[in-house]
């Protein structure tokens, strides 16, 4: 009984050093590199160099695909006492082993540079006869790898059977990371300092002082895929007196970064993004093309989010979204045949937050308004709109209810003639319809007035009216 408890309090403290463990370092370190294989099998590792396992043969028909079950990547770290880290890659495999299967080969290659490494393990004959159906678990730890490598690696049978194969990229942690920052030497020996001057608009590099180090190189990028120029990098010589460097910018994006290489061959670039918090500047890139009357917006940085166009009823109100408006935020989005309301707005919304932007209401636009009183006929209102052009708009009767959006009824139609139908008091076309009191002056009523030959557009709306004398103006 009390051996029972003792072991099960080992097993408590042995799992919690090793939680603990795996909490403290997220790239694991080892001894020395290796394979090793499921329990049982009798395995050995080969670097291989045989040029035949390149090319692949017809499987057997009773070797299927799925004989390969799993590929895992993922990064390892070897230190030496004085001399930091270096980087390693783990690759977990398992396989179904089947009779015609001698052993499993992983090879990675470098994307930069399509070098390649591989290795393979073989299963002994006797392992091979007697464990058939087996699942075999092989672990190969000694890819060596370099900080921020793209790899893509390949796992395939021995012999290589075409179609019996598993494929994945990976990325090799950059310097960002802790614990390849603090361990690998080439991440801190070639670190700058840096600050921003928002007010000159520029960023201060201070670029490391090492004796006998070679050039160094700084520049400003738009990190996208790759990291793209923004002006010409600059170069710091071995021998040069100032080394702080004053890089201009013109706008404080997320994706401006800098950085920082030795001048040798195949340096790791150190990278730093300022504002990398700072997504306010996105939302600006708005146009309006009047030719086709088309609203435009592009974002300068990779984002992850939607857009939508929206219309506020008011100041500091909601802003609903239009129908059939909503896309995808990651690339160049273009709104055709665009009413120029100063209530139409552009909505942005990301994991983070939602962002309202509303290009018309700077008051450069001309824009159509909607007015309601008394009809000349007895019951009725007149809906009257003005245009600065020729246009179509339409009355809808909507029931406001605790929830968005309103039930709405479509109702009559009127189409401004401009200029033979033209208010000579404001230059402004002009068409009415009537519509029965009775309809309007309802308790939680409103009239909305819609343009109807754009495709997006946003209504002039008046509510709750109670049918007065004079009754509202919509701007």
């Not at 009779?99 to 090879?107: N, T």
């Not at 091979?128 to 390949?154: I, K, N």
């Not at 708009?393 to 189409?415: D, E, I, Y």
Request: proline share 7%; with cysteine; hydrophobic share 35%.
């Amino acid at each position: 009984m009390h051996t029972g408890r003792m072991l099960a309090g080992r097993a408590v403290v042995l799992l919690s050093l090793a939680w603990s463990a795996h909490r403290s370092l997220a790239i694991p370190q080892i001894a020395e590199c290796g394979l090793s294989c499921s329990q049982g099998f009798a395995c050995e590792s080969r670097v291989n160099w045989n040029i035949f396992n390149s090319f692949c043969r017809p499987p057997p028909s009773s070797v299927s695909p799925s004989v390969l079950e799993a590929l895992t990547l993922s990064t390892a770290m070897k230190c030496a006492p004085n001399d930091g880290c270096s980087l390693l890659l783990r690759v977990r495999a398992s396989l179904v082993l089947h009779e015609s299967l001698r052993g499993l080969e992983a090879c990675s290659m470098n994307l930069d540079t399509q070098e390649t490494q591989c290795q393979s393990v073989r299963v002994s004959r006797a392992s091979r006869h007697r464990q058939v159906g087996w699942q075999l678990q092989v672990h190969f730890d000694c890819f060596e790898v370099s900080v921020a490598q793209s790899l893509y690696v390949t796992l395939r049978t021995v012999p290589h059977f075409c179609g019996v194969q598993l494929d994945q990229q990976y990325h090799v942690e950059d310097c960002r990371d802790e614990d390849v920052g603090r361990n690998v030497p080439v991440c801190f020996a070639g670190k700058f300092s840096y600050w921003a001057d928002r007010s000159r608009k520029v960023i201060l590099v201070q670029v490391p002082e090492a004796p006998g180090a070679p050039d160094y190189y700084v520049r400003l990028c738009l990190k996208w895929f790759t990291c793209d120029d923004v002006g010409v990098p600059v170069r710091v010589t071995e021998n040069q007196m100032s080394r702080t460097v004053s890089l201009p910018y013109s706008q404080e994006l997320p994706c401006l970064c800098l950085e920082g290489w030795f001048a040798t061959p195949d340096a790791v670039r150190m990278q730093a993004c300022p504002f990398e918090d700072e997504t306010e500047a996105l939302w600006d890139a708005i146009r309006y093309h009047p030719g086709d009357r088309a609203l435009s917006w592009e974002p300068a940085c990779p984002v992850s989010g939607h857009v939508s166009l929206c219309w506020r009823p008011g100041p500091g109100a909601l802003c609903h979204n239009l129908e059939h408006s909503g896309r995808p935020a990651h690339r160049r989005v273009q709104y055709p045949s665009v009413d120029t309301q100063p209530r139409l707005c552009l909505k942005f919304s990301t994991s983070r937050s939602s962002w309202v932007r509303c290009p018309f209401q700077e008051g450069h636009f001309q824009a159509w308004k909607m007015t309601v009183r008394p009809a000349a006929s007895q019951g009725h209102l007149r809906v009257t709109f003005f245009s600065p052009s020729a246009a179509h708009f339409q009355v809808h009767l909507c029931h406001q209810r605790k929830k968005w959006p309103p039930a709405c009824r479509p109702g009559p139609r009127a189409t401004t003639h401009a200029p033979a139908s033209s208010d000579f008091v404001t230059d402004l076309a002009v068409a009415f319809v009537d519509i029965p009191r009775e309809e309007a002056c309802v308790p939680n009523t409103c009239i909305q007035g819609w343009r109807t030959d754009v495709t997006f557009s946003a209504p002039h709306q008046l509510c709750d009216l109670h049918c007065t004398a004079t009754q509202g103006t919509a701007d």
